[in-house]
T-cell receptor, first 109, second 115 residues
Framework: GQNIDQPTEMTATEGAIVQINCTYQ??????LFWYQQHAGEAPTFLSY??LDGLEEKGRFSSFLSRSKGYSYLLLKELQMKDSASYLC??????????WGAGTKLIIKP | ETGVTQTPRHLVMGMTNKKSLKCEQH?????MYWYKQSAKKPLELMFV???????ENNSVPSRFSPECPNSSHLFLHLHTLQPEDSALYLC??????????????FGAGSRLTVL
């Protein structure tokens, strides 16, 4: 079967750096997405990786290794507003999106 | 209005009621989706519409009935639901293309409670 694994919950301190990992086993690969979802709000798109390597967008970066079935989302200079759930999703060979259950990130002062 | 708008934001219904969820997208996208989001579970794709035609129905019970009258509007009609159907129902849209990332834009969701 197809599977996306990510930690259920993580805690980090304001101003620090946190890395949220995502491992996947899917039938084929056509891109990996990260979305951010604040409580009670819509998930919003953060990043898309289809080739190996690091994509940087301001304080957020996303890394992909297709050979290892692995990605991470790196958040730097954490702010309280970064408290949210982070969803990893992989598009498989049929262009279906397979979702992880999300990682709830708690930022403490 | 911009983005994807869902109404109502909250809905409480009995098992014998009939209600509908509404979604509207103002992005000119050609595909719309219904997802179910339950606590600590992955998003579950329920229905997909491309250019108003339903292209996917992921074994969803018939008590959920989608309707897509045009490329901007999507409804989810609900009847004789079960308590386990209580969840957040998310609508999304995207511009489907063969070469693009096809990023989803989500609405804020309709929180459904079935008593």
């Amino acid at each position: 079967g197809q599977n996306i694994d990510q930690p259920t919950e993580m805690t980090a301190t304001e101003g620090a750096i946190v890395q949220i990992n995502c491992t996947y086993q899917t039938s084929g690969f056509n891109g990996l997405f990260w979305y951010q979802q604040h409580a009670g709000e819509a998930p919003t798109f953060l990043s898309y990786n289809v080739l190996d390597g690091l994509e940087e967008k301001g304080r957020f970066s996303s890394f992909l290794s297709r050979s290892k079935g692995y990605s991470y989302l790196l958040l730097k200079e954490l702010q309280m507003k970064d408290s949210a759930s982070y969803l990893c999703a992989v598009r498989d060979s049929n262009y279906q999106l397979i979702w992880g259950a999300g990682t709830k990130l708690i930022i403490k002062p | 209005e911009t983005g994807v708008t869902q109404t109502p934001r909250h809905l409480v219904m009995g098992m014998t009621n009939k209600k509908s969820l509404k979604c509207e997208q103002h992005l000119g996208h050609n595909a719309m989706y219904w997802y179910k989001q339950s606590a600590k579970k992955p998003l579950e794709l329920m229905f997909v519409y491309n250019f108003k035609e339903q292209t996917e129905n992921n074994s969803v019970p018939s008590r959920f009935s989608p309707e897509c009258p045009n490329s901007s509007h999507l409804f989810l009609h609900l009847h004789t639901l079960q308590p386990e159907d209580s969840a957040l129902y998310l609508c999304a849209s995207s511009q489907e293309s063969s070469s693009g990332a096809n990023v989803l834009t989500f609405g804020a969701g309709s929180r459904l409670t079935v008593l």
